[in-house]
T-cell receptor, first 110, second 114 residues
Framework: QKEVEQDPGPLSVPEGAIVSLNCTYS??????FMWYRQYSRKGPELLMY????GNKEDGRFTAQVDKSSKYISLFIRDSQPSDSATYLCAMSVNTDKLIFGTGTRLQVFP | DTGVSQDPRHKITKRGQNVTFRCDPISEHNRLYWYRQTLGQGPEFLTY????????KSRLLSDRFSAERPKGSFSTLEIQRTEQGDSAMYLC????????????FGEGSRLTVL
C-alpha cells in the first residue's frame, strides 16, 4: 500500500463547476499537507499549504485536512479552463521529504 | 532571480551512456532537492542537500546515481550506465531552511533512454 493514495482521474468538468480533489494517507506522522498544480511539461507549483486539521481558504481554492480520517481535500470553486492541470497532493513529516500522490488530471471545458 | 533553473531540458541517450543534469537553485535557498517523476505518477524523492552536505538519499538512488553540490550553490545529478527504466523527468527544487513549506520547483530535465 502506498503512503499516499490519490485518484488519477481524469476528471472532466464544465466551466463554473465545483471541483473536489481528494487524497488519503496511511502515515499518521504526516504533519504538513500541500497541494501542488502541475501544467503539462512544467514543474509543480504550490497552491495551498497547511499543517493543521480544518479548512484553509485562498480565493477560489479551499484545502481541507481531516487528520482523524487521514484524508485531505482540495475544492475549486467556479472552475476555469485555466485550472486544467494535474493536481498533486503532498505531505511530509518534517518538511524535508515530501511524499506526493500520483496526481489527478483535471480538464475544465468551456 | 528567475527561479530554479535546470539544464538540459531534454536529453536523449542510448542505453549504457552516462548523463549529467545541472540545477541552479534560487540564490538564497540553502536546501536543494532532487525528485524523479515518471509518466502518470507524482514526483518521488531522490535526495536533498543543505548547503554542500547531502543529508538524505532515497533507496531509489542506486549506486549508478550520484548527486553533488560542491560549493553549496548549483547541483549536479549524474546517472552512469543508463537503463531504459531511468527514462523520467528529473525535477530539482529548492527552499530556504527557515521556510517551513514551499518547495520551488524547476521545469525539469526529461531523460529518454533508447
Amino acid at each position: 500500500q502506498k503512503e499516499v493514495e490519490q485518484d488519477p482521474g481524469p476528471l472532466s468538468v464544465p466551466e463554473g463547476a465545483i471541483v473536489s480533489l481528494n487524497c488519503t494517507y496511511s502515515n499518521s506522522a504526516f504533519q504538513y499537507f500541500m497541494w501542488y498544480r502541475q501544467y503539462s511539461r512544467k514543474g509543480p507549483e504550490l497552491l495551498m499549504y497547511t499543517y493543521s486539521s480544518g479548512n484553509k481558504e485562498d480565493g477560489r481554492f479551499t484545502a481541507q485536512v481531516d487528520k482523524s480520517s487521514k484524508y485531505i481535500s482540495l475544492f475549486i470553486r467556479d472552475s476555469q479552463p485555466s485550472d486544467s492541470a494535474t493536481y498533486l497532493c503532498a505531505m511530509s513529516v518534517n518538511t524535508d521529504k515530501l511524499i506526493f500522490g500520483t496526481g489527478t488530471r483535471l480538464q475544465v471545458f468551456p | 532571480d528567475t527561479g530554479v533553473s535546470q539544464d538540459p531540458r531534454h536529453k536523449i541517450t542510448k542505453r549504457g551512456q552516462n548523463v549529467t543534469f545541472r540545477c541552479d537553485p534560487i540564490s538564497e535557498h540553502n536546501r536543494l532537492y532532487w525528485y524523479r517523476q515518471t509518466l502518470g505518477q507524482g514526483p518521488e524523492f531522490l535526495t536533498y542537500f543543505q548547503n554542500e552536505a547531502q543529508l538524505e538519499k532515497s533507496r531509489l538512488l542506486s549506486d549508478r546515481f550520484s548527486a553533488e553540490r560542491p560549493k553549496g550553490s548549483f547541483s549536479t545529478l549524474e546517472i552512469q550506465r543508463t537503463e531504459q527504466g531511468d527514462s523520467a523527468m528529473y525535477l530539482c527544487a529548492s527552499r530556504d531552511q527557515t521556510n517551513t513549506g514551499e518547495l520551488f520547483f524547476g521545469e525539469g530535465s526529461r531523460l529518454t533512454v533508447l
